[in-house]
């Protein structure tokens, strides 16, 4: 049995009575947080669910249903709506049953009276949302007997048919925050000096990055699929990946070459969503046991020099 997937002309044509007698899960928010939902989903619903969503996260909700979840037996997901919305609500956020309101993420597998639960998620007929900090997403997620960690490291183990030092570079994150151009060009230099061809990831989606661009020196990654993007990561033997902190790294985590994230922890009047970085702790992947040759920079403490040393 396969997935439905519906794109929706209006919020209008979301059919709200559907939520009660079927199990409905809104991922709304970042490529990274839906990521981790559906992993979550697919690892824990005792029954299967529904998705709605806005066109922003589909490509990486279809690229982890097909690649990062087992295919027999089918994905407990079998229906996706796309809304017509970038951000924001499709139905009025009352009617949404979340954490704002007492939903626990422990309801979707928990028995009654379980370690607190006193409900199932699939009983409460309501549009729900599952959420979690990034860094604790491994405490829940039952990747292992579920089979979803045997396919993620099935997927990455593709002939690496290139051999060429690569660095592919993420300087964007969801709400368009840039570091300075003098940030990158100073990066590219460096990897320059040891060899590396260097591309930019582009993503064609302007109403959401809208600030993307290519540095002298670099080639634009023109993969605005996920699946076509994770596929030309995985034919790499000799890769690096160097970005901002955004959802790509969600995923990207999973795989065995090494990745430098780095963290805006600065007062910058030019960031918008500035609550995506004021708890470094709960976004970082310290401790979790499923990110591999990571290293996190802090801007505010970040010495240009170190470059050196973290660049193979």
Not at 104 to 132: C, E, N, P, T, Y
Request: charged share 25%.
């Amino acid at each position: 049995m396969g997935i439905t997937y519906n794109i929706l002309a209006s919020c209008d044509e979301i059919d709200k009575s559907k939520f009660s007698e079927e199990n409905w899960y809104l991922l709304a928010w970042g490529m990274g947080d839906a990521m981790n939902q559906v992993l979550f989903l697919e690892g824990q619903s005792p029954v299967p669910y529904k998705i709605l969503c806005p066109p922003r996260n589909f490509n990486a909700i279809k690229f982890v249903l097909e690649n990062f979840v087992p295919q027999i037996p089918s994905p407990k997901c079998n229906q996706i709506d796309i809304y017509p919305l970038q951000d924001g609500y499709p139905i009025p956020q009352e009617e949404v049953a979340m954490s704002l309101n007492g939903f626990d993420l422990r309801d979707v597998f928990m028995a009654q009276g379980g370690s607190g639960s006193s409900r199932w998620a699939h009983d409460i007929g309501k549009l729900k949302v599952v959420h979690m900090a990034p860094r604790y997403w491994h405490l829940l997620n039952n990747l292992y007997s579920s089979g979803i960690y045997h396919a993620i490291e099935s997927f990455g183990k593709k002939d690496r048919t290139i051999k060429e030092k690569t660095c592919i570079l993420f300087p964007e994150r969801g709400d368009s925050y840039q570091f300075p151009d003098s940030f990158w060009e100073d990066i590219v230099s460096h990897l320059k000096e040891k060899g590396y061809k260097i591309y930019v990831n582009s993503t064609n989606k302007l109403d959401v990055y809208k600030k993307e661009k290519i540095f002298v020196g670099t080639e634009k990654l023109d993969k605005p699929n996920l699946q076509d993007l994770f596929n030309f990561i995985i034919e790499h033997e000799n890769l690096i990946t160097i970005g901002q902190r955004s959802g790509i790294f969600d995923a990207l985590k999973y795989f065995d070459f090494r990745k430098i994230i780095f963290y805006p922890d600065v007062d910058d009047s030019g960031m918008v969503d500035k609550e995506r970085t004021n708890d470094i702790e709960s976004i970082t992947f310290e401790g979790d046991p499923h990110a591999k040759n990571i290293i996190d920079l802090c801007l505010s403490t970040y010495d240009r020099n170190v470059l050196n040393l973290i660049i193979p």
